[in-house]
């Protein structure tokens, strides 16, 4: 069996593995743009606040790794064109500019997805960055090392860490984003004024609400104009938000508008033998039972495994995805799974309510203790939990993932009232935070 992969980062990778173990007579190919492949983006504020002092050990695989294994790991080569019908490619070594031909029996395409940059007046002076790769990653750190004044657009998860990553490196910070809170799709205004207050707490300057218009500068970018503002900038790092990167198959396979590429529950696109997974492709969203795109390594990981499984016949279904995330403010730990009520409301049918638990983590006559904030969100028709958001000083993150399961598997609060978790004194009370707000919503 002939498997090619387009592109290689974390679909790919979990792909390209899985297949050699399944199926270890087989003949893999990849094709991948860049040199390098599994590298985390999401480590890069991590690298720029010297948490991690470089950002080489953000790759948790590598091209020589691959080849070792047997698999042919074409780095720097681009594929053009994709004729399904006849299962052939045409690829492009883009260091020696030679065009090969190619074909397959099973194709996988993990092509991934690009940050979406707008087209401003000045996008194009020096020192207005992306953050998205690796090499992205040398840049932000490198030219940040002299920048003073550094803007960030976009409050979404990356936008905030860089924020947080650039003030803590001494940098003054400035925030944009055209919402009127940070982390808007994440988090309702409750959780989000709270860290926000942290931000503004250590002089970063959060710009909310207002609409980037242009860039201004002579060579290099030293200026931002919003419709509300003018801000002074050595440095402008871009974060608006990701896009699925399916140029290549636009017209030739079913896709949304934004072009992220539908797939089944195993995994199968509308031509036969071609499978994607990652931030190419849409995702079952359980909370609003809809495809949505939410691109995410932790999709992009379970999905590329799944093509492994069902890539001969159709064996492990996917499950979808409740869109769990969480991030570390400052000393703040916060998560959250599925729908938030401002979300739900503005985006679904659903007819939700919600209640918040405010409560110490655990007994107060314990030496120390912190308060926790926990929220539900839930169906008042059908009962069912569709969302929560979490924040403390105590990493109590995993609350969400608990939730998440409780989600996909459409539990209701009066089911979460009752559900069985443990008490002991260091960890908790005895109604753990998840009953106590579901009992709330009793």
């Known amino acids: 069996m002939k498997i090619v992969v387009v592109g290689c980062t974390h679909a790919g990778t979990a792909a390209v593995v899985n297949m050699k173990e399944l199926y270890p007579d087989s ?68 260091v020696t500019n030679e065009i090969i031909e190619d074909s397959y029996d099973k194709l996988v395409l993990t092509l991934g997805s690009w940050p979406i940059v707008p087209k401003f007046e000045g996008g194009n ?4 960055l992306l953050c998205k790769n690796y090499d992205h990653a040398k840049t932000i750190i490198e030219k940040s090392k002299n920048a003073k004044n550094v803007v960030v657009i976009g409050a979404g998860y990356i936008g905030v860490e860089l924020a947080e990553a650039f003030e803590m490196r001494n940098k003054n910070v400035t925030l944009i984003d055209a919402e009127n809170r940070i982390m808007a799709k994440y988090l309702d205004k409750e959780f989000t004024d709270i ?24 060579d290099k970018v030293s200026k931002v104009v919003t419709d509300k503002g003018e801000f002074e900038a050595d440095l402008v790092v871009l974060c608006i938000g990701f896009a699925p990167n399916t140029k290549l198959v636009k017209g030739k396979l079913d896709t949304l508008s ?52 069902n890539l001969v016949k159709p064996t492990l279904k996917y499950m979808g995805t409740q869109g769990t995330s969480g991030i570390k403010i400052y000393d703040l730990c916060i998560a959250s799974t599925g729908l938030t009520e401002e979300v739900a409301k503005s985006t679904t049918s659903l007819n939700v309510a919600s209640v918040t638990a405010v409560d110490n983590y655990r007994p107060e006559f314990m030496p120390t203790f912190e308060e926790a904030k926990l929220k539900l969100v839930y169906d008042k028709d059908t009962r069912k939990v569709v969302g929560g958001q979490i924040i403390s000083k105590i990493d109590l993150t995993q609350f969400m993932n608990t939730l998440s399961v409780v989600i996909q598997n459409e539990m209701t609060v009066e089911e979460l009232a009752m559900t069985d978790f443990f008490f002991q004194p260091h960890f908790n009370k005895p109604w753990s935070l998840l009953n106590t707000a579901a009992l709330m919503a009793l």
């Open 27 to 94: 003949q893999i190919t990849i094709y991948e743009k860049n040199d390098n492949i599994s590298f985390l983006s999401c480590g890069i504020a991590l690298s720029v606040g010297n948490v991690v002092t470089e950002p080489e050990k953000l790759f948790y695989n590598s091209p020589d790794n691959l080849a070792s294994q047997g698999i042919v790991t074409n780095m720097k080569h681009e594929v053009l064109d994709i004729d399904f019908d006849n299962k052939k490619l045409s690829v492009k070594n883009l």
């Open 125 to 128: 002076l020096e020192n207005i």
């Open 195 to 218: 860290a926000q207050e942290e931000f503004t707490k250590r002089g970063v300057n959060l710009v909310l609400g207002q609409k980037v218009q242009k860039f201004e500068g002579t």
């Open 258 to 309: 934004n072009g992220a590429i539908i797939i089944d529950e195993y995994m199968r696109t509308s031509k036969e033998d071609v499978f994607a997974a990652g931030d190419c492709c849409v995702v079952r969203y359980n909370p609003a039972n809809e495809n949505r795109y939410i691109p995410l390594a932790t999709n992009a990981v379970r999905m590329g495994t799944l093509v492994a499984k």
